[in-house]
């Protein structure tokens, strides 16, 4: 198959009251792990890769980017490819090039005056060259500076005030305070579904919602169904990997051939993935 829009696919989860998962990619083991939990479930999904996984590659996008096209053209279920998190004005002008069909620009660090500007910047030129665009508005708790998150324990988005920052810049998508945190390791967060669904009748854009992995499967269905369009995991991708690695290497120390451990690794990332793709498809839809 050939590789879907991201815009074209969020929309039609939005249209449909309904939310489509975004996973983060770091290995080419989770773009395959990704692809086969989502073909399992029958679910069409995003493949993400953030600015932190291309320092990861030693700052080239390129080869990441065409092996994660590879496996979703190979997919037999709808995939698009999103690079997440994105600072790096030059980094940014590289994912048309390279395969993508969207980004999300990242100036949620800044003042609220500078992260307007600089959105606002990053989306003109991005919606010259076809690119769909995702925002926040402030940190989203558990980065490195999250004394400054507007996800802190407490505070949410504004309904307000986030409507004025999407008519300002012209974002596509808007990330969004709701009781997430980046970087859980355990599914103990609670989503304000109250304010989530003010949010989706304040906003003329879809609503993302990072720092899911910290989500239970009932909490996320409950956030598609209060009006969560863009569900984004990354950690509990990772916390499974790591797991299964550990738990091998232990039970043998003569293991060195990296597929005796990256494989059930690789299995148990998409049994994470079908078990999240098949929990959203769970929702009724949106104010429905």
Request: net charge negative.
């Amino acid at each position: 198959m050939t590789l879907e829009r991201t815009g074209d696919l969020v929309e039609q989860a939005a249209h449909a009251g309904r939310a489509i998962a975004a996973f983060n990619v770091i290995t080419l083991e989770h773009a395959e792990a990704i692809v086969a939990g989502a073909e399992t479930a029958g679910q069409a999904v995003i493949l993400q890769i953030s600015q932190n996984a291309v320092r990861f590659h030693g700052g080239q996008l390129q080869p990441i980017a065409s092996a994660v096209a590879a496996v979703g053209r190979l997919s037999s279920i709808a995939v698009a490819m999103h690079l997440d998190h994105v600072d790096d004005e030059a980094l940014l002008r590289r994912a048309p090039d390279c395969g993508f069909s969207s980004a999300m620009y990242d100036a949620g660090a800044l003042p609220y005056a500078d992260n307007v500007e600089r959105t606002t910047s990053a989306t003109t030129w991005a919606h010259s060259v076809g690119l769909w665009i995702e925002a926040e508005l402030g940190y989203v708790g558990g980065k490195s500076t999250s004394q400054a998150s507007a996800h802190a324990v407490g505070v949410r988005t504004d309904p307000a005030e986030a409507r004025q920052f999407v008519c300002a810049t012209g974002i596509d998508a808007l990330a969004v305070a709701v009781g997430t945190s980046h970087a859980m390791t355990t599914r103990s967060a609670s989503v304000d579904t109250d304010l989530v669904a003010r949010l989706r009748v304040e906003l003329p854009v879809p609503l993302a919602l990072h720092g899911s992995s910290g989500l239970s499967d009932r909490e996320l269905t409950r956030a598609v169904e209060a009006g969560m369009t863009k569900i984004n995991v990354g950690t509990a991708l990772n916390l499974a990997m790591t797991q299964v690695i550990r738990a091998t290497l232990r039970a043998d120390e003569a293991v060195i051939d990296p597929r005796h451990y990256l494989a059930p690794a690789r299995t148990q990332m998409s049994a994470v993935v079908t078990s999240i793709t098949e929990a959203l498809a769970r929702a009724r839809p949106a104010g429905r």
